[in-house]
């Protein structure tokens, strides 16, 4: 039995021991009150109390939330379902930087058949709260028009713009136009078609987008027999019309299932830290759209709850149009399973009971197959795409070399690489320089004033900023590094991995030592030897060096700084300002000492000037 952790934070352990039970959403901050996370559960207390579980190690990106947490926020909610409605608007409206990332790479088209008394159908890419049915998204808009084209040539639907009110219709306002004289409308518009025969005609458009089109092509038989035995020879010739453009439809419709069953198929492909969720819409076992979703930021996240994710995505972005199964790449948690169903049973309009299932074999297995390969070209493009705008670098034949001598899991994009100066123990600092796809980030260098310890202990100054670095507001300013590089040998990388554990973080380190150039690993007694000529080592140098020079400059004004302070701004009504002046001419204190009552008026004024020359030359003492 597990037992959960308390975290150090007094106000957190509070909340963590008075969780209620219910479902609802929790959300945890950082330090600076800003929300990282956005959560659901069906027990509160369970699901949050878990971070904190003290028996074995979480999810690398799990743990480094939880390094984060400062505070944490709890919505009670009366079911699992509002949870997931809440948890969704919630990661919409604050992004928080752990959450997985869901969108789609465009607006997709939809089709709408308006709320109104002789409805209009159209594509549209903005779906609103006016009444209205939406089908869709579609993935292309090329099919779309496809769809209205054929509904256009089996069904009348009228194409004008006017508000066909009774009033406006009784009053005559409006007169037909072309399209009543080429028959591709009945004339609304005049009465010439009363609005029940027109409703009855969207109800068959309706049943004809959901997928159902063998019961469309019957129901249109029997009337087309029925007008033949009633010798209405033209209303049985249209409605035959009708029949032939329906079977032509169905035609070009891809049948994947010899069962004539409705279901949704489901698969996500994962990459580094991006993945692609597709989804097959199957009606009568014909194929009749998909649509695919990206989900960014997903880090180490698990394939069933980012499958879960797109998931509750999609069926909350989807009207009604749930099918009695649905079919899995893999296994949901039961949580997640028992979540979805009460969503989708939400969704329905006919309260039935959904089947998941996840195939192993068969027809149905090949059919998870196609959606998997769909969702790999899909994510194919979206990584092609990214590139090609910049936002992954080309791997360098350095960075490749460096992960297979140091046998890291992923490429080392961002590197980052620390080291100290100091000066007999005084003005000690340390310097944190940035690396990104093997060039200078400058805009993440940081520089650190050390203050924890007195004397020179570089293993000290080598905690204190690895410390400060990875926790606080720091840790969530910057991003995480592939690797951490140490200025320096054995010791000093086995303090700084040593420390990074302690906070939590399980973050590759190396050290490169000055003397033989070798490069140092933790608990490893041996370093690596490269070549001269190794793109890896010379990387490594490229960073160790650029480290070393921050270092130095901060080191160097830091002492100046002090100079200034101790010598000259000891001087009374002498500010900050008129000591960097003197000492920018004259090279020095001492030089300043030595100069002239009419050299000093030249450059900090005559009555500065007086009061330097007084104190060096009649031994004025300095002021507090």
Known sequence: MSTCHPPANTALAEKLATLP??????????????????????????????????????????AVLVSHIAALDVIITSSEVEALILENNLIK???????????????????????????????????????????????????????????????PVRSCKYKLTEQAVAAKKHRVCLDYHIHKCKGPCEGLQPEEEYQAMIREIVTLLKGKTSALVRDLNTRMQQKATELKFEEAAALKAQVEGLKRYAERQKIVSTEAIDRDVFAVAAGEDDACGVVFRIREGKLIGSR??????????????????????????????????????????????????QLLATRQSERRQVR????????????????????????????????????????????ESLQQVLHLEKLPERIECFDNSHFQ????????VTFVSGKPKKSDYRKFKLKSFEGSDDYAAMREAVTR??????????????LVLIDGGKGQVNVAWQ???????????AGLAKRLEEIFVPNERDPYNLPKTSPALKLLQQLRDEAHR????????????????????????????SAEKLLKHFGSVESVSKASLEELSTVAGRKTAETIYRYFNAGDAPQA
């Open 21 to 62: 039970t219910s479902p609802g959403v929790y959300r945890f901050s950082n330090e600076a009150g800003t929300v990282i996370y956005v959560g659901k559960a069906r027990n509160l207390r369970n699901r949050v109390r878990s971070y904190f579980n003290s028996q074995g190690r979480q999810p690398g990106k799990t």
């Open 93 to 155: 409206e604050l992004k928080p930087r752990y959450n997985v990332n869901l969108k789609d790479d465009k607006s997709y088209p939809w089709l709408v058949i308006t709320n109104e008394r002789f409805p209009r159908i159209f594509l549209t890419r903005q779906v609103r709260r006016d009444g209205s049915l939406y089908f869709g998204p579609y993935t292309e808009a090329s099919q779309l028009r496809l769809i209205l084209d054929l509904i256009g040539s089996i069904f």
């Open 292 to 341: 695919h979703t990206y989900l960014t930021n997903t880090g180490s996240t698990p394939l069933p709850n980012l499958l879960a994710s797109f998931m509750e995505h999609y069926y909350l972005e989807t009207p009604d149009l749930i099918p009695p199964e649905i079919m899995l790449q893999v296994e949901l948690p039961e949580e997640e399973i028992e979540a979805l169903r």
């Open 356 to 399: 998941f299932a996840v195939p192993r074999i068969g027809e149905k297995a090949r059919l998870i197959e196609m959606c998997l390969e769909n969702a790999e070209h899909h994510l194919h493009e979206f990584m092609v795409q990214k590139k090609l705008r910049g936002e992954i670098a080309r791997k360098s034949p350095a960075l």
């Open 425 to 432: 123990g005084t003005d000690y600092v340390s310097s944190m």
């Open 469 to 482: 670095r990875y926790s606080g507001t720091l840790a969530d300013e910057l991003p995480l590094p592939d």
């Open 499 to 509: 420390n990074l554990r302690e906070l939590g973080l399980d973050l590759p380190v």
């Open 550 to 577: 921050f270092a130095i400059t901060y080191h160097r004004k830091l002492r100046s700084d002090r100079t200034i302070r101790t010598e000259l701004t000891g001087i009374r009504g002498v500010g900050q300002k």
